[in-house]
């Protein structure tokens, strides 16, 4: 149960992690969690691949917002989220 409870954690701080906007910390802490869960670490593996494909298909453009609530959808992670 704790563990799921490191994974809402986890996803509720994920886009600011990809975007470098958590505090050294933080970060560490998500990366620790990284480490221990392999759901969430294929989930962001996913994410940044996508975001990266995304960026070399769309140059100089920034992803609209929603975009990866969307991929949370897609990637049928909501049994994580909730
Ligand atoms: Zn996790």
Do not use: W
């Amino acid at each position: 149960m704790s563990e799921h409870n490191l994974c809402q954690e986890f996803l509720s701080q994920v886009s600011d992690y990809l975007d470098n906007l958590v505090d050294p910390i933080t970060c560490e802490e998500l990366e620790r969690h990284l480490v221990d869960c392999t759901n969430c670490r294929i989930f962001v593996d996913t994410l940044k691949k996508t975001v990266y494909l995304y960026q070399q298909r769309e140059a100089d453009i920034e992803l609209p917002g929603g975009v990866r609530e969307r991929l949370f959808k897609v990637l049928s992670l909501d049994d994580l989220v909730r």
